[in-house]
């Protein structure tokens, strides 16, 4: 039998993803309900929070850290399941989409709300929101290799 060498990987991110991703779930309404709930204050400086961009960033903000829980579920449950290796590969492409999609929304979000504020986190974000993806993927690939010998 063939061991799966990106068993240990995928486990790992998998638990990291689901508690991650389970804060996120858990969090991300909740921020979006105190701005929605700030909206008068903020309309007197000119951010709408009534705008399609604000109820599609909350969409989009709620759909990733659903994602990083079922993808994290998924490397839980098959991290050494050498014929779930491409399912997972295709998880960890999509996680890449979900991020890659996430900070163009928050950046486009935030811009329009303070576009004084987006030089550092837009900078920093977007490399550090990729490597659980990354890891996953490298961790699929690396079960996908050995599942072919």
């Not at 060498?5 to 979006?32: D, E, H, R």
């Not at 993808?71 to 998880?91: E, P, S, T, V, W």
Request: glycine letters at 8%.
């Amino acid at each position: 039998m063939v061991q799966a060498p990106g068993a240990k990987m995928l486990k790992v991110v998998g638990i990291i993803m689901v508690v991650f991703g389970g804060m996120g779930v858990i969090f991300i309404p909740i921020i979006f309900l105190m701005f929605y709930f700030m909206a008068p204050i903020f309309s007197e400086v000119g951010v709408d929070f009534y705008s399609d961009a604000f109820m599609a960033s909350l969409i989009v903000g709620v759909a990733g850290p659903l994602f990083n829980v079922f993808a994290g579920i998924m490397a839980i449950k098959y991290n050494a399941r050498l014929d779930k290796a491409q399912l997972l590969r295709l998880l960890g492409i999509i996680g890449i989409v979900v991020v890659v999609i996430s900070t163009v929304f928050a950046y486009i979000l935030m811009s329009s709300m303070m576009p004084f504020d987006t030089g550092i986190s837009a900078a920093v974000e977007p490399p550090i929101s990729l490597v659980l993806p990354i890891l996953y993927l490298v961790g699929a690939i690396q079960n996908i290799k050995a599942a072919r010998r």
